[in-house]
């Protein structure tokens, strides 16, 4: 419903924000990572939002980057996370940085935010990768019969394109990470792995 709001800086709280739109307060969550980054009380910003609706809640969640917002997607389809619970892992963890624990199935890295124990991170692992192996299917042809460049390795470098779409990053970013790069050889892992540390610069 809600792609976006800009609008003036009202306030900036602990763990949400009041964006003024022409005398309309919206309140807006945010990971504390996130409000670090905002400007002055008073300027212009613009957040990109989640609208959540359950029966006993309606919220604005907000993010600086899209990448953030496709990460927070992620982690409230995973069971047992919930909207708090992403907001705090997005705290202590960037986009990229998380992509690539899941990717390379990473417990260790991922146990070292708060609040996440070895069976949390173990079933973000599990349920992620499981989800990525899915919109992998539904995007591969599409992205596979695509004229992007590619020289060697074009399956695996195809299904790589996908998944790091899946992770939140623009087709002109992918393409541009795995197109001026040699990945040949490289499994489709390997290669992923070796794209967000690039796309993480």
Do not use: C, W
Not at 132 to 155: F, H, P, R, V, W
Request: charged share 20%.
């Amino acid at each position: 419903m809600f792609a976006y709001v800009k609008g003036v800086l009202e306030s900036i709280n602990e763990n949400y924000i009041v964006i003024d739109v022409n005398g309309i307060g919206y309140k807006i969550f945010m990971p504390n990572s996130g409000i670090n980054k905002l400007p002055e009380i008073g300027e212009i910003v613009k957040v990109h939002t989640y609208y959540y609706v359950r029966e006993d809640n309606i919220s604005l969640y907000g993010f600086n980057t899209q990448e953030e917002l496709k990460m927070f997607e992620l982690l409230i389809s995973v069971s047992g996370i919930g909207t708090k619970s992403a907001l705090a892992i997005l705290s202590e963890i960037s986009p990229s940085s998380f992509a690539l624990s899941v990717i390379s199935g990473d417990v260790t890295a991922l146990v070292k935010i708060p609040g996440i124990g070895n069976k949390t991170a173990q079933r973000m692992i599990l349920e992620l990768k499981d989800k990525l192996k899915t919109e992998q299917a539904i995007t591969k042809n599409s992205i596979k019969n695509a004229d992007i460049g590619y020289s060697n390795n074009q399956d695996s470098i195809s299904e790589a394109s996908s998944a790091l779409q899946v992770l939140g990053y623009t087709k002109k970013e992918v393409d541009k990470v795995l197109s001026s790069n040699d990945f040949n050889g490289l499994s489709i892992e390997e290669i992923i792995k070796e794209a967000l540390k690039k796309l993480s610069n």
